[in-house]
Each structure stands twice: as C-alpha cells, then as structure tokens.
C-alpha cells in the first residue's frame, strides 16, 4: 500500500535561516506530488506541483522553493526566512493530476521567530 | 481571484441538527467540485465527489451550476462529525490541480 512521510512535525526557525521540509511516497511509482500551506485564515494554498522528477510547478510567488531530485521525493526550502512563512505545510501525492483524490501528508507546522 | 469561497469560517449546531456548509465557486468551464474532511488529529481526506453523487457518512452535496454552489448537507448532524472541511474546485484543462477554499470548521454540540 502506499504512504506518504513528511518530516519534521514541528519546526521553530529563527527569521534569515534557512529550511528544508522534505516529503517522501512509498508504494507508487510516478505521482504528481503537492505541497500546500494552510495559514491561518487563508484556508490550504497549493505552493508547488510536480509531475515528474526535476519538473516545478510554482503556484504563487513566494520566499520558497521547490525541489524533485528523485522520483518519490519532494523538497520544500528557503534561503531566508521570513516571519509570514509561518503555517502549516502539507505534502500530497495524487495517482496523477486528473484524479481528484490526494492522499496528504500529516504535516509539518513551521514557526518562524 | 477566490475560485472557492466557503463564506463560513466556523460554524457550530447540536447533535441531531441539521448542518449545511456553504460552498460557492467561480469557474467559466465544467467544473468538478469535492469536499475534503480533516478530523482532529487525522490527515487531510477526501470525503466525497459531486460526480459520483453519493452520501458519505450520511453527508451529500449537490452541484447547483446555476448558483453555482456545492454546498455540503447532513440532516442530522452527529457529534464526530467535527471537523475542518474544505470545498475543492479542479479546473479542467492546463495543470488540472485542484484548487481549494479556506475552509469551514464545523463544531457539533452534544
């Protein structure tokens, strides 16, 4: 079966610093993988898609980035950073962009001081 | 552009209400609408899709193209159906993603 590990759970990180959130799926082969944000009152916004190994897609312009060096491996990072960064991040996997069903990661909740 | 609103952050009924969680899009071609659940201490899930017209844990929503809302109902709300729900759009054509609104979190009262 396949699951989906997302580390670390919490983060406390000074502002300037910088971050590296990684993401892993086990049992699939291929999957389009996600990674969201859900802060406070602004509901779960997708950051980042990819479809395949090296292949970024940025939703919104931001401080962070993106990286896909294996195949079932997704890598949220920032150089610096900011104190609006704070929320929480989610990583999510689909079978492929067309199906509606995204298994989610349980979450890293990032607090930049 | 918000392409989902969920006009309600929080909304709270008794046990054995009725609930309706209020979902509203914005989209000019075919849409396909969902409802995601997080129960406390549990993953993101999906709950239930308009294209398979089903009920889920006694929950049904139903695609109105002409107010264009797919607003989420239960006629007798029970307590662990506490949850954040999230209203999720996917726009067809392009990158195909879906899209979400900020969420509603329902609270049901013993």
């Known amino acids: 079966s396949q699951t989906i590990h997302q580390w670390p759970a919490t983060l406390v990180q000074p502002v300037g610093s910088p971050l590296s959130l990684e993401c892993t799926v086990e049992g699939t082969s291929n999957p389009n993988l996600y990674w969201y944000r859900q802060a406070a009152g602004r509901g779960l916004q997708l950051l980042f898609y990819?479809?395949?190994?090296?292949?970024i897609s940025s939703e919104v312009p931001q401080n962070l980035s993106a990286s896909r060096p294996q195949d079932r491996q997704f890598i949220l990072s920032s150089k610096k950073l900011l104190l609006s960064d704070s929320g929480f991040y989610l990583c999510a996997w689909s079978v492929n962009l067309r199906s509606e069903k995204l298994f989610f990661g349980s979450g890293t909740q990032l607090s930049v001081l | 552009a918000q392409r989902v609103t969920q006009p309600e952050k929080l909304l709270s009924v008794f046990k054995g209400a009725p609930v309706e969680l209020k979902c509203n899009y914005s989209y000019s071609g075919s849409p396909e609408l969902f409802w995601y659940v997080q129960y406390s201490r549990q993953r993101l899930q999906l709950l239930l899709r308009h294209i398979s017209r089903e009920s889920i844990k006694g929950f049904t929503a139903d695609l109105n193209k002409g107010e264009t809302s797919f607003h989420l109902k239960k006629p007798f709300a029970q307590e662990e159906d506490s949850a954040m729900y999230y209203c999720a759009l996917r726009e067809q054509g392009g990158s195909e993603k879906l899209v979400f609104g900020k969420g509603t979190k329902l609270t049901v009262n013993p």
């Open positions: 990819s479809v395949g190994i090296g292949q």
